[in-house]
């Protein structure tokens, strides 16, 4: 379910913002969704750390290693200190 919100804008960027979504084939509702959207993403270190943990896991997943491998290494290194 969505809901509404009410943004005031003064009318030369409305008439802007209408013909931009106009030539784009989109509502100018779908572009302040999608510019939201963007917006909360950019700004959400939590999703950023997702994301990150993500990459580097597959990446170590593509070089062979495995979570013991993490836990040992991560081991051995605390030891040196």
Known sequence: MTTQMIVRID?????????LAKAEGKSISEVIRELLAEYVQNR??????????GRIGTK????????????????????KR
């Open 11 to 19: 009318p030369e960027l409305k008439t802007k913002v209408n013909n």
């Open 44 to 53: 959400d270190i939590g999703s950023y750390i997702d994301d990150l943990w």
């Open 60 to 79: 170590l997943t593509k070089r062979g290693v495995r979570p013991v491998d993490i836990q040992r290494v991560i081991k051995e290194t605390r030891a």
